[in-house]
T-cell receptor, first 111, second 117 residues
Framework: DVKVTQSSRYLVKRTGEKVFLECVQD?????MFWYRQDPGLGLRLIYF???????EKGDIPEGYSVSREKKERFSLILESASTNQTSMYLC??????????FGSGTRLTVV | AQSVTQLDSHVSVSEGTPVLLRCNYS??????LFWYVQHPNKGLQLLLK??????LVKGINGFEAEFKKSETSFHLTKPSAHMSDAAEYFC???????????????FGKGTHLIIQP
């Protein structure tokens, strides 16, 4: 089974801090994604990457950046965390025909 | 453009009774459709998917869904609810050609399933 591992389950950060959310997959998938999940809004795509060093903006990229230096790792960066970025963040990778696998999520609270 | 509407934000059923979670979609092309389940503090787990083969799709944990093109629906059902089914359920449509979201996936807003003892 494909595994997508998000390094932190819970994070609490202060406003203005730089925050790194890490995601690692073990199946050599080319495509990786970052979503945020908020009650009543479902999942919204922040950024995705289709290869090493390649990235594309999703639907809500403002306030975020990403890094993909190695195929297995896709990092989401909050340059200066704000309270409206308090959310659940989900990483996913895709392999095969629509074969998405999601990580367990990181619940970020910005105070 | 594609869209997904989950018709109920919350559904409450008694243990042992049938479950129906409703989903309607719109898509310009032949879509792939999915149901995902998310238990508290967990990631999303794929329940089942439709990719233009049989219209009745069987998934894990006794769930199934029927693709009805004429009704643009993909409702999720289970004959008998179990307490462990309590979770959030997401209907998802994938149509990369129509550009619904940069990755071609469009998520419904979710249905919270409550199981009464």
């Amino acid at each position: 089974d494909v595994k997508v591992t998000q390094s932190s389950r819970y994070l609490v950060k202060r406003t203005g801090e730089k925050v790194f959310l890490e995601c690692v997959q073990d199946m050599d998938h080319e495509n990786m994604f970052w979503y945020r999940q908020d009650p009543g809004l479902g999942l919204r795509l922040i950024y995705f990457s289709y290869d090493v060093k390649m990235k594309e903006k999703g639907d809500i990229p403002e306030g975020y950046s990403v890094s993909r230096e190695k195929k297995e790792r896709f990092s989401l960066i909050l340059e200066s965390a704000s309270t409206n970025q308090t959310s659940m963040y989900l990483c996913a990778s895709r392999g095969g025909l629509n074969g998405y696998t999601f990580g367990s999520g990181t619940r970020l609270t910005v105070v | 453009a594609q869209s997904v509407t989950q018709l109920d934000s919350h559904v409450s059923v008694s243990e042992g009774t049938p479950v129906l979670l409703r989903c309607n979609y719109s898509s310009s092309y032949s879509p792939s459709l999915f149901w995902y389940v998310q238990h508290p503090n967990k990631g999303l787990q794929l329940l089942l998917k439709y990719t233009s083969a049989a219209t009745l799709v069987k998934g894990i944990n006794g769930f199934e869904a029927e693709f009805k093109k004429s009704e643009t629906s993909f409702h999720l059902t289970k004959p008998s609810a179990h307490m462990s089914d309590a979770a959030e359920y997401f209907c998802v449509v994938s149509d990369r050609d129509s550009g619904g979201g940069a990755d071609g996936l469009t998520f419904g807003k979710g249905t919270h399933l409550i199981i009464q003892p």
